[in-house]
């Protein structure tokens, strides 16, 4: 195992930088707030880490590419702020998240309030779900998972024209694996920063997805014209376990930061560093490093205080193993998701130890 370790003074350049206008604008900032970001150069800081590499197809081994720090994101000419006329981030679901309707809409209610915590500040609103016929995209089997995918960049065309007039961006996600041209074997997501519109799948997150028993196979596609969508009608959808929530959430929040102008961090441990394959991205923890969080924090304008209240609220209210006061069924809808209940309940300690810094 390889530690990525920067000095001090790096991650203090990558947080604060060296133009004196954004220093300024930093020293701006609540003092409170800027005694939790200095953590990120704090030499024993409890509450930030290096990040490890375990192999050389960790993604910051096989793909070089240039560190972003505050400054650069700043400076990104092309990068998209929320605006108070698009505050709003909106989620399609495409095709049937659970197996049955009553578990995709918890599914996708669960996920709407934790983005809504996690981009404190903006409103989270769900789009009517669609089934893939509706979406006119191109399908195949492929080769050599022989399971269905849908083309990645015409659901991205098809939420486009959907945009919203308030949306800052639609995120469409999807228990259908996706290839984004036909060379390419599969993709995770595709993203348009410019139109500000995402397709994630959680596809390959499901228990089964790369065993020879996964229900998804097509023997072989019969397939009447390219315009017959009746093989995605009860075509097979990964059973919703509680690593399947945690490996969604973290995809969403992680693609999400990318359309905000976020690049793959190299700073310290993070959700916005780069995964090339899914040990990876289990490894990469819930929160934001203080590049992050500062760069998050500029394109939207939390209290940071305020975002960590509203984080803890959530996971009090819907992932932690207490129930929640006032139940939001009657009895015969209700049904209880696996929530990843202790790596909320470990994040929660966490986000009360950043508290505490911040309310000292
Ligand atoms: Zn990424
Ligand atoms: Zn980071």
Redesign the pocket.
Known sequence: MQIVQHSQQTLKTALISKNPKLVSQYEKLDAREQRLMNEAFQPASELFGPITLHSQSDWITSHPEAPQDFEAFFSNPYRKTPSPEKHSIYIQSIGALGNTRVISEEYIKWLKGYCEAFFYGLKVKLLEPVSVSATRCSFRVNDHTHNLQIHAGQILNFLKKKKPNDAFCVVGITMIDLYPRDSWNFVFGQASLTDGVGIFSFARYGRDFYTSHYEGKVKKLQKKSSNDYSIFDNYCVPEVTSVLLLRSCKTLTHEIGHIFGLRH?Q??T?L?QGSNHLEEADRRPLN??P??LRKLQCAIGFSIVERYKALVRWIDDESSDTPRATPKHSREDNVNLPKPVEAFKEWKEWIIKCLAVLQK
């Open positions: 961090c700073w310290l993070c916005m934001l490093c590049i992050c």
